[in-house]
């Protein structure tokens, strides 16, 4: 069972950056494409930015391009998400989602109901 186990939520200002963090027990087939989502109070769950970590591609949703960068350590097993220029908008509980070579971009950036694996879940919250 693979397992996916999030750090780095908090509290930022309107302007500032936040690191998150996912670590995942293990990447084989099925947990190669590995994802950032967010859900928001009242909203739906959708997807950030993913990246397939045989080749490092990545993809960004529209609102966070230029302003949040996801990558992956091999070493540390981790994909990281880096957020700056955080906005007010940007204030949701964040899940690092594990899933198959299948997940199309589009998937990916959805609503996340391609992943297999799950993190807990880490809150950002953007505090004047």
């Known amino acids: 069972q693979v397992q996916l186990v999030e750090s780095g939520g908090g509290s930022v200002q309107p302007g500032g950056s936040l690191k998150l963090s996912c670590r995942v027990s293990e990447f084989t087939y099925y947990s190669s494409v590995v994802a950032w989502l967010r859900q928001a109070p009242g909203k739906e769950r959708e997807g950030v930015a993913v990246?397939?970590?045989?080749?490092?591609?990545?993809y960004y949703r529209d609102s966070v391009k230029g302003r949040f960068t996801i990558s992956q350590d091999k070493a540390k097993s981790t994909v990281e998400l880096q957020m700056t220029d955080v906005k007010a908008e940007d204030a949701a509980t964040y899940y690092c989602?594990?899933?198959?070579?299948?997940?199309?971009?589009?998937?990916?950036?959805?609503?996340?109901?391609?992943?297999?694996?799950w993190g807990q879940g880490t809150q950002v919250t953007v505090t004047a």
């Open positions: 989602a594990a899933g198959g070579l299948g997940i199309t971009p589009v998937q990916a950036l959805g609503a996340g109901q391609d992943f297999r694996y």
């Open positions: 990246i397939y970590t045989p080749d490092s591609r990545t």
